[in-house]
């Protein structure tokens, strides 16, 4: 039996493109909530809307700090506790705060390599992957031997999900926006349906993937609040 992990050199890699994909999302979310608040406060006209502005920014900055670093300490436990084991028959992931992955060669459907080098081991199922960070020791050994035992061929990975991410951001802000300021009940209507199926959608996949930790998954269940929020919303505005 094979055993490989990731090394604490590597680890400082994962760190670092970590730390860049947080920096994108918070350098998104601000200017946003900034453009969403005196976008509110030259319809409405109230001073109230800046006091509130003023109050709430450097509360929403705290909880994304206190978020962010929450998330990287049980993200850097769950990566340094990563151990792929590969036998005769398949492959098995271990980590922390995760059950088990196993994999039999014959139950591969197919195995996707990105640019860097990650490799992805897909199966039948969409929660039952596997994926194999390239900073991973030996990773053209572990391609090596995934290879040599199934019968499925080496693919490029298609980057359209990291593509679509920044307008999938702008659209989620762009729905929030019409449900909260457009009076048109048509408007008011799509936005919130397309809102909670996006955000149910979400905390399915969540919920049924075996590659997130415990932790990420109960607090994945904080987004049922957000729909019951966004759902309590649109039926006021609808019926007042």
């Given at each position: 039996?094979?055993?490989?992990?990731?090394?604490?050199e590597?680890?400082?890699?994962?760190?670092?493109?970590?730390?860049?994909?947080?920096?994108?999302?918070?350098?998104?979310?601000?200017?946003?909530?900034?453009?969403?608040?005196?976008?509110?406060?030259?319809?409405?006209?109230?001073?109230?809307?800046?006091?509130?502005?003023?109050?709430?920014?450097?509360?929403?900055?705290?909880?994304?700090f206190?978020?962010?670093?929450?998330?990287?300490?049980?993200?850097?436990?769950?990566?340094?506790?990563?151990?792929?084991?590969?036998?005769?028959?398949?492959?098995?992931?271990?980590?922390?705060?995760?059950?088990?992955i196993?994999?039999?060669?014959?139950?591969?459907?197919?195995?996707?390599?990105?640019?860097?080098?990650?490799?992805?081991?897909?199966?039948?199922?969409?929660?039952?992957?596997?994926?194999?960070?390239?900073q991973?020791?030996?990773?053209?050994?572990?391609?090596?031997?995934i290879?040599?035992?199934?019968?499925?061929?080496?693919?490029?990975?298609?980057?359209?999900?990291?593509?679509?991410?920044?307008?999938?951001?702008?659209?989620?802000?762009?729905?929030?926006t019409?449900?909260i300021?457009?009076?048109?009940?048509?408007?008011?209507?799509?936005?919130?349906?397309?809102?909670?199926?996006?955000?149910?959608?979400?905390?399915?996949?969540?919920?049924?993937?075996?590659?997130?930790?415990?932790?990420?998954?109960?607090?994945?269940?904080?987004?049922?609040?957000?729909?019951?929020?966004?759902?309590?919303?649109?039926?006021?505005?609808?019926?007042?």
């Amino acid at each position: 039996m094979n055993q490989f992990k990731i090394s604490e050199e590597e680890f400082r890699e994962i760190s670092k493109n970590t730390l860049h994909i947080i920096i994108l999302i918070v350098v998104i979310i601000i200017p946003l909530f900034t453009l969403f608040s005196f976008e509110l406060f030259i319809l409405k006209h109230s001073t109230e809307i800046i006091n509130s502005f003023a109050i709430s920014f450097p509360l929403i900055l705290v909880t994304i700090f206190i978020g962010i670093n929450k998330a990287f300490n049980s993200q850097k436990i769950i990566f340094q506790s990563y151990t792929l084991l590969i036998d005769k028959s398949g492959i098995r992931r271990k980590q922390d705060n995760t059950p088990d992955i196993y994999i039999k060669f014959s139950d591969i459907k197919s195995i996707q390599k990105n640019k860097k080098g990650r490799l992805i081991i897909k199966t039948s199922k969409f929660y039952n992957t596997i994926i194999i960070p390239h900073q991973i020791k030996e990773i053209n050994k572990i391609e090596k031997l995934i290879l040599e035992n199934c019968n499925c061929k080496l693919t490029n990975q298609c980057c359209l999900k990291e593509k679509l991410l920044l307008p999938f951001i702008i659209l989620i802000m762009c729905l929030m926006t019409n449900l909260i300021l457009n009076e048109n009940r048509i408007v008011i209507l799509i936005s919130s349906l397309l809102l909670s199926s996006i955000i149910l959608t979400v905390f399915y996949r969540i919920q049924k993937n075996n590659m997130i930790d415990q932790s990420e998954k109960k607090r994945s269940f904080f987004q049922l609040i957000i729909v019951i929020f966004i759902l309590s919303l649109s039926i006021y505005k609808l019926l007042t």
